[in-house]
């Protein structure tokens, strides 16, 4: 199983960024993929969220109107599309599946990849 992120790097405040995470070795449309982020100092929190059908996602409050998440189950790929990024968006994106059948702990991280929002 293997999750890799990728799209993150340096943007200027106001510009956009768009993220992917390609999945491995698991029936991909079978899992809940979320969205998580960690800045220095913080808690890993929750962003986005798609279920296998990629109907009635979610996206948190903090990011909504500004960040969308899609799936493509036919290339195992999430991605999160990033726009109006503020500084405070700075951190680690992960992303996570899980199958709906697992324990809130379990399912598979991706190693992450950096998002720096800077002038």
């Known amino acids: 199983v293997q999750l890799v992120e990728s799209g993150g790097g340096l943007v200027q405040p106001g510009g956009s960024l768009r993220l992917s995470c390609v999945a491995s070795g698991f029936t991909f449309s079978s899992y809940v993929l979320r969205w998580y982020r960690q800045s220095q100092g913080k808690e890993r929190e929750l962003v986005a969220s798609i279920p296998g059908s990629g109907i009635a996602t979610y996206v948190d409050d903090s990011v909504k109107g500004r960040f969308s998440v899609s799936r493509d189950n036919a290339k195992n790929t999430m991605s999160l599309q990033m726009n109006s990024l503020k500084p405070e968006d700075t951190a680690v994106y992960y992303c996570?599946?899980?199958?709906?059948?697992?324990?809130?702990?379990?399912?598979?991280w991706g190693q992450g990849t950096q998002v720096t929002v800077s002038s």
């Open positions: 996570h599946a899980r199958l709906p059948s697992m324990p809130s702990n379990g399912g598979y």
